[in-house]
T-cell receptor
Framework: DVKVTQSSRYLVKRTGEKVFLECVQD?????MFWYRQDPGLGLRLIYF???????EKGDIPEGYSVSREKKERFSLILESASTNQTSMYLC?????????????FGPGTRLTVT | GDSVTQMEGPVTLSEEAFLTINCTYT??????LFWYVQYPGEGLQLLLK?????DKGSNKGFEATYRKETTSFHLEKGSVQVSDSAVYFC?????????????FGSGTRLSIRP
């Protein structure tokens, strides 16, 4: 079974703190993704990566950065957390080829910024 | 650009009722189509998929048929259970992207009464 793990299920941080969210997958997937999920807005793509050290902005990259130093690990960084970044953050991974491109998700990190 | 439109929720049904959640899409080319499910407090799980026109995806009693002529991928189940209470996301693969992104609908919350 594909396993995608996220470093924390729940996180509480203060405004202005630097926050790291870690994601690890064990299936040698090239592609990795970070989404945030908010009520009424569905899933919105923040950043994605299609190879080590390669990254592209998604739909809402402002206020976030990412790091992919190893194939299995994709980190989301909030440089200076703000209250409007309180959300559920979901990581996913996928193979780059094949007919279906299905993504496999981690359990999510619920981040609260106070 | 490509998009997915799905039935707004919440949908509330009694146990053993028939379920339909409508999903239509707009896409250039021939995307793969997916239904994902998110149980309370968890990440998304792939429920079923279809990779070409007229394919039927099925899993756990749920079915959906890829209808190219109507650009639809409606989710159905003949007899729902309380354990089916969750949020359901229709999605399509964005084959034009560098990392095979998936475009998600906004989600439909399903509640099943005993």
């Amino acid at each position: 079974d594909v396993k995608v793990t996220q470093s924390s299920r729940y996180l509480v941080k203060r405004t202005g703190e630097k926050v790291f969210l870690e994601c690890v997958q064990d299936m040698d997937h090239e592609n990795m993704f970070w989404y945030r999920q908010d009520p009424g807005l569905g899933l919105r793509l923040i950043y994605f990566s299609y190879d080590v050290k390669m990254k592209e902005k998604g739909d809402i990259p402002e206020g976030y950065s990412v790091s992919r130093e190893k194939k299995e690990r994709f980190s989301l960084i909030l440089e200076s957390a703000s209250t409007n970044q309180t959300s559920m953050y979901l990581c996913a991974s996928s193979f780059p080829q094949g007919a279906s491109y299905e993504q496999y998700f981690g359990p999510g990190t619920r981040l609260t910024v106070t | 650009g490509d998009s997915v439109t799905q039935m707004e929720g919440p949908v509330t049904l009694s146990e053993e009722a028939f379920l339909t959640i409508n999903c239509t899409y707009t896409a250039t080319g021939y995307p793969s189509l997916f239904w994902y499910v998110q149980y309370p407090g968890e990440g998304l799980q792939l429920l079923l998929k279809a990779t070409k026109a007229d394919d039927k995806g099925s899993n756990k009693g749920f079915e959906a048929t890829y209808r190219k002529e109507t650009t639809s991928f409606h989710l159905e189940k003949g007899s729902v259970q309380v354990s089916d209470s969750a949020v359901y996301f229709c999605a399509l693969s964005d084959r034009g992207s560098s990392a095979s992104k998936i475009i998600f609908g906004s989600g439909t919350r399903l509640s099943i009464r005993p």
